[in-house]
């Protein structure tokens, strides 16, 4: 979801409050022809580090893989085109894989660059590898908490009110009514407002017309009480956005339509994972089976004035943390 072209030029299109000082973008050739991967880089302002094209709405920051794989990428060729650029004293790319091609790469490449490398956390990530058996064994593996809570909801909803659910989709005049209905309920949630009004839904819009998009959309007596954003892509299920509404709590809507949606890519969509992107919260834990952290990445030319500074005030920070508390030291520095 995070690493394609078109991620990239929404994010920039319509994903900063301020329109970024500077965009670059740095490709790694073939031997054969065109680029193996093209690197999304910016300032956000002028003056500051240079940083991967990347921001809250980001769970995850990469390359877009062109054509040829992934593999024999010279990542010192690539850190050479990086370090040319404005900014390049300081950079800083997150979030990333901890395990992944990427960050290795960069590592090592800035390292032969001459830089000081090191990572920091930056985000807890659940998520859940689809077993075989689908939805109802999922199901069974849930908390009888969770589960419960669900089916009280579902007996209570159907007491009381008329309700059903959509998911959509496809781009369509139904899609369009989607998107106002998950406006309100987000505007009507416990949510903070949108810093930017049009990213939702050009992401909504853009995913649809991808085949990737999954909007659901619990209606009750009419109305639209909870709303969430999936996107599948490469059999996988990314939890983008969820909202309910204030004052429907007692049904538990939210978890309604989570069970629901989970139905639908596991047993429609066949995905092998289930992503719920950003943070630690609670709830995650019961939905998901596994953690796993998303780390960034910061080198620093210690041959230039502001790199070397840099460096320094990192280098004391870390020192600093450690002696106020040892345990909360990630990682460390290598030169």
Request: glycine share 10%; hydrophobic share 40%; proline share 5%.
């Amino acid at each position: 979801m995070f690493e394609n072209q078109a991620w990239f030029d929404h994010l920039l299109s319509c994903g900063f409050e301020s329109r970024p000082h500077a965009h670059h973008v740095v490709e790694a050739p073939q031997e054969l022809g065109g680029p193996t991967l093209r690197l999304h880089l910016m300032q956000l302002k002028l003056g500051e580090p240079l940083t991967g094209l990347a921001n809250y709405y980001s769970s995850l920051y990469g390359p877009v893989w062109c054509d040829g794989g992934r593999e024999g990428v010279d990542w010192r060729q690539v850190c050479q085109a990086v370090v040319r650029l404005p900014g390049s004293s300081v950079i800083r790319l997150q979030p990333l894989d901890a395990d992944g091609l990427f960050i290795r790469g960069m590592e090592a490449g800035l390292q032969a660059c001459g830089y000081s490398v090191d990572r920091f956390f930056c985000f807890g990530n659940w998520y859940l590898p689809v077993e075989a058996g689908g939805f109802e064994a999922y199901w069974r593996q849930r908390p009888a908490q969770l589960r419960n809570t669900v089916a009280r909801a579902k007996r209570r909803l159907e007491r009381s009110h008329a309700w059903h659910i959509d998911i959509l989709t496809d781009p369509s005049p139904a899609l369009e009514l989607g998107i106002t209905a998950y406006q309100r309920v987000y505007a009507q949630s416990w949510k903070e407002p949108e810093p930017n009004p049009d990213f939702m839904p050009g992401l909504i819009r853009m995913a649809a017309g991808q085949g990737n998009l999954r909007l659901g959309l619990l209606w009750l007596e009419g109305e639209v009480v909870a709303a969430q954003v999936w996107i599948v892509t490469a059999g996988k299920a990314h939890i983008f956005k969820l909202a309910y509404q204030s004052g429907f709590e007692r049904f538990s809507v939210g978890s309604v339509l989570t069970a629901a949606m989970m139905r639908h890519v596991m047993d429609v969509d066949g995905v092998r994972e289930v992503d719920y992107l950003t943070g630690d919260d609670n709830y995650k834990k019961d939905w998901m089976s596994h953690r796993r952290e998303r780390v960034g990445l910061i080198a620093f030319d210690r041959s230039r004035l502001r790199g070397c500074v840099a460096w320094a005030k990192h280098v004391a920070g870390k020192l600093y943390r450690r002696l106020v508390s040892p345990s909360a030291s990630r990682t460390s520095l290598s030169s």
